[in-house]
Nanobody, 119 residues
């Protein structure tokens, strides 16, 4: 069983920065894929950024140049550095991890962390 624990959300002013972290724990043989999604009130969950096991990244168009996803394989942790934040970035942010353990492949979600961008 893989557990994901997120941290780093909160209130930030427009133009500010925040860094989210998501640490995976449990018996994990390999983590293939790590990603951040977000869901704003009344909207569908959307993929913000993802990173493969080789470090290849992709981003939602609206966050390109402002957000950076990274991972620390030794710590089984994925990060999302968010700069130049805008009110429209306000949402609950969820990490998503695809991994393999003793029971085979699994996909897991973090509990979500609220990011509010407001003055």
């Amino acid at each position: 069983q893989v557990q994901l624990v997120e941290s780093g959300g909160g209130l930030v002013q427009p133009g500010g920065s925040q860094r989210l972290s998501c640490a995976a724990s449990g018996t994990i043989f390999n983590i293939y894929y790590m990603a951040w999604f977000r869901q704003a009130p009344g909207k569908q969950r959307e993929l913000v950024a993802d990173i493969s096991s080789t470090g290849t990244t992709s981003y939602l168009d609206s966050v390109k140049g402002r957000f950076t996803i990274s991972r620390d394989n030794a710590k089984n942790t994925v990060y999302l550095q968010m700069n130049s934040l805008k009110p429209e970035d306000t949402a609950v942010y969820y990490c998503n991890v695809h991994s393999r353990g003793p029971a085979g492949a699994s996909t897991n979600w973090g509990q979500g962390t609220q990011v509010t961008v407001s003055s």
